[in-house]
T-cell receptor, first 115, second 109 residues
Framework: GAGVSQSPSNKVTEKGKDVELRCDPI?????LYWYRQSLGQGLEFLIY????????KSGLPSDRFSAERTGGSVSTLTIQRTQQEDSAVYLC?????????????FGEGSWLTVV | EDQVTQSPEALRLQEGESSSLNCSYT??????LFWYRQDPGKGPEFLFT???AGEEKEKERLKATLTKKESFLHITAPKPEDSATYLC??????????FGEGTQLTVNP
C-alpha cells in the first residue's frame, strides 16, 4: 500500500480484556516497528522486526504484551489483561534499509482507551 | 545510554517570526538524526534525515542542521500551518530510533 496502515484507529476496551492491534507496513519494507505514545509524551519503543531475524523485544513493558509478524508483512500487537495504564496511542512504522537508508515511516496509530 | 533532549518544550511565535528548535543528543554511535512533524491525532510525518556533522537540509520554511552534539531545526517566517509538535530522533545502531519528548510549536496569525 501507499503508507503504513493500522487498525482499528480507535479502540475502547474494559480493564482485563485482551486487545489486538494490526499493522500493514509499506509494501516491500522489511523492517517493522511498534512504538507507544502516552498523552503528551514522546515515543516509547516496544518491538522491532527485521526480515527473518529474531525480533528485538527489549522495549515490551511486561509479559502481557506480545507481537508477531506473519509472512514478513502484517504484524499484530496483542495486549492481554489490559490495564488503565495501557491507554495510549500505539504507532506502527516500517522502513526499507535497501532503498531509503533507515528512514522510518509511521502509520496514523491505534488509539487505545482502557476503562 | 542513548539520550535525546529537545528544547524548548513549547514555543509560541507570531506569524513571520523566525526561530530555532534544539535537539541535543548523547549516543554511542550515530547512524542518522531524524526530524518528524506530528499534528494532533496523527502519526509522525517524516521531514529530514541528517547523517554527518555539517550537513544541512531544507524544505520550504524549514532547515535542519547537525553538529556532533546537537541539531537545530530553523523555521523561517513561519505560518500558522507550521503549528505542530516537532520530534527529533536518533538511530544509534541501524535499527530502532530513540526519540526526544518533542517541541510543541504554535504560530499565531
Amino acid at each position: 500500500g501507499a503508507g503504513v496502515s493500522q487498525s482499528p484507529s480507535n479502540k475502547v476496551t474494559e480493564k482485563g480484556k485482551d486487545v489486538e492491534l494490526r499493522c500493514d507496513p509499506i509494501s516491500g519494507h522489511t523492517a517493522l516497528y511498534w512504538y507507544r505514545q502516552s498523552l503528551g509524551q514522546g515515543l516509547e519503543f516496544l518491538i522491532y522486526f527485521q526480515g527473518n531475524s529474531a525480533p528485538d523485544k527489549s522495549g515490551l513493558p511486561s509479559d502481557r504484551f506480545s507481537a508477531e509478524r506473519t509472512g514478513g508483512s502484517v504484524s499484530t500487537l496483542t495486549i492481554q489483561r489490559t490495564q488503565q495504564e495501557d491507554s495510549a496511542v500505539y504507532l506502527c512504522a516500517s522502513s526499507s534499509h535497501r532503498t531509503d537508508g533507515n528512514t522510518i515511516y509511521f502509520g496514523e496509530g491505534s488509539w487505545l482507551t482502557v476503562v | 545510554e542513548d539520550q535525546v533532549t529537545q528544547s524548548p518544550e513549547a514555543l509560541r511565535l507570531q506569524e513571520g517570526e523566525s526561530s530555532s528548535l534544539n535537539c541535543s543528543y548523547t549516543v554511542s554511535g550515530l547512524r542518522g538524526l531524524f526530524w518528524y512533524r506530528q499534528d494532533p491525532g496523527k502519526g509522525p510525518e517524516f521531514l529530514f534525515t541528517l547523517y554527518s556533522a555539517g550537513e544541512e537540509k531544507e524544505k520550504e520554511r524549514l532547515k535542519a542542521t547537525l553538529t556532533k552534539k546537537e541539531s537545530f531545526l530553523h523555521i523561517t517566517a513561519p505560518k500558522p500551518e507550521d503549528s505542530a509538535t516537532y520530534l527529533c530522533a536518533v538511530d544509534p545502531s541501524g535499527s530502532r530510533l530513540t526519540f526526544g519528548e518533542g517541541t510543541q510549536l504554535t504560530v499565531n496569525p
